[in-house]
């Protein structure tokens, strides 16, 4: 009882610092006044086809959603709401049932809840008026029912900082990407041309709906982003001047409050940048919360950078005498040559081993193409052609992409993957008529350029791949036994391991769960066979060995 009263207690203090420290941010309302607040009253033409005006949403043959929205930004907010509002509630519903996975306690929910109102307390006064207003638009068409975590709009403004949050306190092993720039002999034409993939996970549902936005704005330059319903931020995108931005995080220290998300400053560039110096120039008026590399592309400039930036400092990163960058999840930049979260990512990540990875595809190609781009962003293989074993975060392809891009920015050409990750089809836009056109209305259609798509990865049709994914489904359960204690036969053990024989975390699984059921010498086995795999991570190949040496006392 006595403990129940103290944890009582400390929720009422939580409670009285969190009102005390929160009132403006909960209070806090974006401005609408002089902006089109018009209800869109939206036209359904199928479970597929909708539209407003000459704004519309369509879902595409390859299973991807396209939305054109134009307007101010509280018009462009409402429309889009409108016409993604079943994606909306969707993406909304896929992540609080994440979060209750995470964290099934109710008591700690609540706690969780009341630090992230006090956590964002300051988020407000980090993202640009126009943004808080869009964003208000849009989260008129989130789902009621989530109203207990927080009001809609806040909610909503609150998910746009949900990257950054999980990225600086969980340091999270779920946001590893990987991009490169080629250019001048680099390319048939000599002219730009950027490939990346997009690793965030948050589960296989989270990335059932993507969606490619075609945003013309009042104010700023036209531009496509890819992300998901109800996400106003960019990941990777381009504009109509060809100027291309995405995100790669890297390794950064627990901030103490947040500030102006990563994907909104990503926006701002994109939406407001002709060329690297106004790129820049946007990226040093903004302060961060986490660190992360911007891979800026520019047809003007005919080249790429990466400003890396961080809650202390911004570094500017560029090649001299190359046509060639490259970009995974670590910092490159004078700025961060001594900094010590940036050592401990090259040392400890994955980081190093996709970027030497790259460099190694890229040299074997004398000329990149859209296609061959498509054959990087795809590779499976590690260094020298080392088999990794399907899911392996030393790949470039981890097999859990929520995307693949390749930009053409001279041309204003782009290709979005399709599922399964980035397999399927790679479908072109092109943006000079995707804004030409619409600008004339017209009918609904797709907005892609068929003649140019990408075809899709054979590996989608193989029996690994079929191996691959059921590899996957046996993992949850080969986990949730090690965690809970279940038994599973010898038989079902091997065949997990079958499925998937290259992934040195096959044999860690089952060595530990052998460990925990006292077959020391099965276990020692196993973590043995783990250690002639390529193990995805220096901390990671510790732990196994930290097994070993156990086992090693406990037969002796």
């Not at 969780?112 to 943004?131: A, G, S, T």
């Not at 490169?180 to 680099?186: I, L, N, V």
């Not at 986990?479 to 391991?497: M, P, W």
Request: aromatic fraction near 10%.
């Amino acid at each position: 009882m006595g403990r129940k009263l103290y944890v009582s207690l400390l929720f009422c203090a939580l409670m009285q610092l969190v009102s005390c420290g929160t009132y403006k941010s909960v209070h806090h309302k974006p401005l609408t006044e002089g902006y089109n607040s018009t209800t869109p009253v939206v036209t359904k033409h199928s479970d597929t086809v909708s539209s407003y005006g000459n704004n519309f949403l369509i879902k595409n043959k390859q299973q991807l959603w396209e939305l054109y929205v134009e307007g101010d930004p509280l018009e462009r907010g409402l429309i889009a709401g409108a016409l993604t509002q079943p994606l909306i509630e969707q993406q909304e519903h896929v992540f609080v049932d994440k979060i209750n996975e995470l964290v099934p306690s109710k008591f700690r929910q609540s706690l969780l809840r009341q630090f992230l109102k006090w956590y964002n307390r300051k988020l407000y006064l980090h993202v640009p008026e126009e943004y808080k207003t869009e964003i208000y638009g849009v989260s008129r068409y989130g789902s009621k029912e989530y109203d207990y975590i927080a009001p809609q709009y806040l909610r909503s403004l609150y998910l746009h900082a949900a990257h950054d949050i999980g990225h600086a306190l969980s340091d999270l092993a779920l946001v590893q990407c990987t991009s490169f720039a080629t250019w001048g002999e680099k390319t048939p034409d000599g002219t730009l041309l950027i490939g990346r993939n997009l690793d965030f996970y948050a589960g296989d549902e989270f990335a059932q709906n993507k969606l490619i936005s075609f945003i013309r704005p009042d104010d700023g330059y036209a531009f496509m982003s890819v992300a998901w319903g109800g996400m106003v931020g960019t990941l990777s995108g381009m504009n109509l001047e060809g100027l291309t931005v995405t995100i790669n995080s890297g390794k950064s220290d627990t901030p103490l409050i947040a500030k102006t998300p990563i994907s909104l400053l990503a926006r701002e560039i994109l939406q407001y940048a002709k060329n690297i110096d106004e790129a820049v120039a946007i990226a040093k008026k903004r302060e961060v919360f986490v660190s992360e590399s911007i891979m800026v592309g520019s047809a003007s400039d005919g080249r790429a950078v990466l400003i890396e930036v961080s809650p202390k400092k911004l570094g500017v990163y560029e090649v001299l005498n190359t046509g060639q960058l490259i970009c995974s999840n670590h910092f490159q930049s004078v700025a961060y040559n001594e900094d010590e979260n940036n050592k401990d990512a090259i040392a400890n990540s994955h980081s190093q081993y996709r970027y030497d990875r790259v460099t190694e595809l890229l040299a074997q190609e004398d000329k990149m193409t859209p296609v061959k781009a498509a054959e990087v962003l795809r590779n499976r293989d590690g260094l020298n052609g080392t088999a990794l074993g399907y899911g392996n975060e030393k790949a470039i392809n981890q097999l859990l992409a929520h995307h693949g891009i390749i930009f053409k920015p001279q041309q204003r050409l782009v290709w979005v993957s399709s599922s399964p990750y980035q397999l399927g089809e790679f479908v072109a836009y092109d943006l000079n008529k995707v804004f030409a056109e619409r600008v004339q209305g017209g009918s609904v259609k797709s907005l892609a350029n068929a003649e140019l798509n990408i075809p899709a990865d054979p590996f989608v049709n193989s029996q690994d791949f079929k191996n691959y994914e059921q590899y996957r489904k046996d993992e949850r359960v080969v986990e949730t036994a090690i965690k809970k204690g279940f038994t599973l036969t010898a038989e079902y053990l091997k065949t997990y391991q079958e499925l998937n024989p290259d992934f040195w975390k096959v044999y860690y699984n089952v060595g530990k769960y052998n460990y925990n059921r006292g077959y020391y010498a099965a276990a020692k086995v196993e973590f043995e066979k783990a250690l002639t795999k390529e193990i995805t991570t220096v901390p990671a190949k510790a732990i196994v060995e930290k097994y070993l040496a156990e086992i090693k006392s406990k037969l002796e």
